[in-house]
Each structure stands twice: as structure tokens, then as C-alpha cells.
């Protein structure tokens, strides 16, 4: 395939324009000194994973994506910050100084994925095709029912978490 085939497709200008919007937003989640701000810049980035699924015909994964990811975790997240009434201005006491030692590790973590990946699919084809909804329901609540009821189990202690660090101590009150 050729540059000019390449460009001649549109869902691959898609693609570029949802990649460009996710590695942006990513590092401005990493960089960004204010909470909320990489809160919604995390939504950016897990909107755009939601497309990127549209493109390639996981319509069911993207909506999943976009109502645990975005409209559950994320909510729950702002949530954590407003109960436990975080700062939520800049706070300019956080170590930004050391960034090259994070750097080279996620580097050193995509070349590992991206080796592996090439190992394991070497010149594989991917056949072409939709996967049904109906399909995914099955695989998920006959073969991986244990892993999906760890998830859900992990998320009840999350939210029991928040609900234990958000109340009020007795002393608090009097005080």
C-alpha cells in the first residue's frame, strides 16, 4: 500500500485527527497542575478510544467505553475530589522535575508491547468482519464470567473506598 492509497481513504484522516486528540490529551493529563483539568483531558483521551473503536466497527465496546470509562469512573473520580474537598487550584508544590526517568520507562513499556505485538501477529490477516453484540454478551458472561465478576468486585470496593474516606469523623463535627 502506498502513501497515496492510504491518504485516499478517509477513516484513515479519522483515525489520525482521534490519535492526535488522544496522545494530546494524555500528555496533558500527565502535565497538567490542576485536577480537573486532567479529569477532562481524560475524558478527551477516552472519547477519542471511543471513536477510534467506532472506526473500526466495535460499536458496543465504544459505548461501554463511554459509559464505565467516561460516564462512570471519571464521574466517580470528580466526585472523590469534590467529597474529600481536594485543592482544586494549581499547586505548584508537585515534582515536575523528574520526568525522564517516567519518560524512558513508558517508552521502554510501548517498545515492549509493540515487539510482542509483532511476534505474536507477525503477517497475520485480520479477518474482516463485524463481531455482534450478541456474540460479546455470550463471551463475557460464559467464558469470562469470573475476570467480569472481579472487575465488578473491584468497583464495589472503590466506591466503598470513597464513601469511607468521604465521611466525617466523629471529631471533625464537634470541632
Known amino acids: 500500500m502506498t502513501f497515496g492509497d492510504w491518504a485516499g481513504e478517509p477513516g484513515n484522516w479519522v483515525f489520525v485527527v482521534l490519535a492526535l486528540v488522544m496522545v494530546g490529551g494524555a500528555l496533558r493529563v500527565v502535565t497538567s497542575r490542576n485536577v480537573v ?3 477532562l483531558f481524560l475524558v478527551a483521551t477516552l472519547a477519542g478510544s471511543a471513536g477510534i473503536f467506532l ?3 466495535a460499536e458496543f465496546v465504544a459505548w461501554t467505553v ?3 470509562s467516561i460516564g462512570a469512573v471519571v464521574v466517580l473520580f470528580l ?3 469534590m467529597i ?3 485543592p482544586l487550584g494549581y499547586d505548584t508544590a508537585l515534582d515536575h522535575e523528574r520526568r525522564w526517568p517516567a519518560a524512558l520507562i513508558a517508552l521502554a513499556v510501548f517498545g515492549l508491547m509493540a515487539w510482542s505485538l509483532l511476534i505474536f501477529f507477525e503477517d497475520r490477516v485480520i479477518d474482516e468482519g463485524v463481531v455482534r ?3 460479546l454478551g455470550t463471551s463475557i458472561f460464559e467464558r469470562y464470567v469470573i475476570p467480569f465478576e472481579v472487575v465488578s468486585f473491584l468497583l ?3 466506591l466503598i473506598g470513597g ?3 468521604a465521611r466525617r469523623d466523629p471529631e471533625e463535627e464537634t470541632a
Request: glycine content about 8%; charged content about 10%.
Open 163 to 165: 464513601i469511607v474516606l
Open 79 to 81: 466526585f472523590g475530589i
Open 156 to 158: 464495589l470496593a472503590a
Open 133 to 135: 453484540s450478541a456474540d
Open 84 to 86: 474529600t474537598r481536594a
Open 37 to 39: 483539568h486532567a479529569v
Open 55 to 57: 472506526l473500526l466497527g
Open 66 to 68: 463511554v459509559l464505565v
